[in-house]
């Protein structure tokens, strides 16, 4: 029997750390100022972190998908959630949307204004997944943004999506902790 390869569903989400198998396949896959940590499956315990409002600040994503970092098609890293909430309850998202010939967009779902619009920057390149492994290649996406104020919960989220639309979404907990006097 003839066996058509390319009808094969993709059914694999990406990952900032272990494969479907929970195999390490990233190392230091989310990064907050230069604080790295290893990804789990759903939940991370991670430092808090404490950052001023007005000063940059850097996210770097290190996304590793089975079909390749060219597949990765959306990427939102949400602040300010408390322990039990849903990445859809942040009022302070970063989405950056890959199209299909690699450009990227960025929006935000940012009611109360707590980023700065006019120093919110998304870059990507396609890096290591880990010094160590193989060679696979993973999508880094460095997000450099600003807090105009604080938030009330300090744990962050992010969510990855593929190209075929299988997500993944992890916590990270004890977050980022945003401090210093309001400046909208």
């Known amino acids: 029997a003839y066996l058509d390869n390319t009808a ?4 694999t989400s990406p990952t900032l750390g272990l494969n479907s198998k929970g195999v390490r396949v990233v190392h230091d896959g989310f990064t907050y100022n230069n604080h790295s940590i290893d990804v ?3 939940y991370t315990p991670y430092s808090l972190v404490t950052v001023e409002i007005g000063n940059e600040n850097i996210a770097e994503l290190k996304i590793f998908e089975e079909r390749g970092p060219e597949k990765i098609s959306h990427v939102e890293l949400a602040f300010g959630l408390a322990k039990g909430q849903k990445i ?3 009022n302070a998202v970063i989405i950056y949307d890959i199209d299909f010939q690699g450009n990227g967009l960025v929006s935000q779902t940012d009611p109360d204004n707590v980023i700065d619009d006019d120093t919110l920057r998304v ?3 396609i890096v290591n997944c880990s010094s160590s492994f193989n060679g696979e290649q993973c999508l ?3 997000i450099y943004h600003t807090f105009r104020s604080n938030l009330d919960f300090d744990i962050v989220a ?3 999506w593929d190209a075929s639309n299988n ?3 992890n916590f990270y907990n004890h977050g980022i902790h945003v401090q210093g006097q309001s400046i909208n």
């Open 8 to 11: 094969v569903s993709d059914t």
């Open 40 to 42: 789990d499956y759903f």
């Open 88 to 90: 859809g309850q942040s």
């Open 123 to 125: 870059e990507h390149e």
């Open 140 to 142: 880094l996406v460095r």
């Open 158 to 160: 992010t969510n990855v």
């Open 167 to 169: 997500s993944w979404q």
